[in-house]
Nanobody
Framework: QVQLVESGGGLVQAGGSLRLSCAAS????????MGWYRQAPGKQRELVAA???????NYADSVKGRFSISRDNANNTVYLQMNSLKPEDTAVYYC?????????????WGKGTLVTVSS
């Protein structure tokens, strides 16, 4: 079992910055990708950013150039640095850890942390 705990959410004005943290514990050795998803009221949950065990990253088009995902392997922690925040970034952000292979897929989720960007 993998447990994920997010932190760093809060209220910020447009143009500001926040850094989200996700601390993983448990059977983390099997995880090969971690990332951040977000879900705003009335909208579908969407991938924000992800990073693989090999260091490859990908971002949603809406956050490219503004957000950056990184990891601290020694501490099993993933970060999401969010700069130039916009009101449309307001959402609950969920940390995700997954094992994705041809014959095996498993996902773990944190409880989420709320990010509110005021205009």
């Amino acid at each position: 079992q993998v447990q994920l705990v997010e932190s760093g959410g809060g209220l910020v004005q447009a143009g500001g910055s926040l850094r989200l943290s996700c601390a993983a514990s448990g059977s983390v050795a099997s995880i090969n990708v971690m990332g951040w998803y977000r879900q705003a009221p009335g909208k579908q949950r969407e991938l924000v950013a992800a990073i693989t065990s090999g260091g490859s990253t990908n971002y949603a088009d809406s956050v490219k150039g503004r957000f950056s995902i990184s990891r601290d392997n020694a501490n099993n922690t993933v970060y999401l640095q969010m700069n130039s925040l916009k009101p449309e970034d307001t959402a609950v952000y969920y940390c995700n850890a997954a094992r994705r292979s041809p014959g095996y897929i498993r996902d773990y989720w944190g409880k989420g942390t709320l990010v509110t960007v005021s205009s």
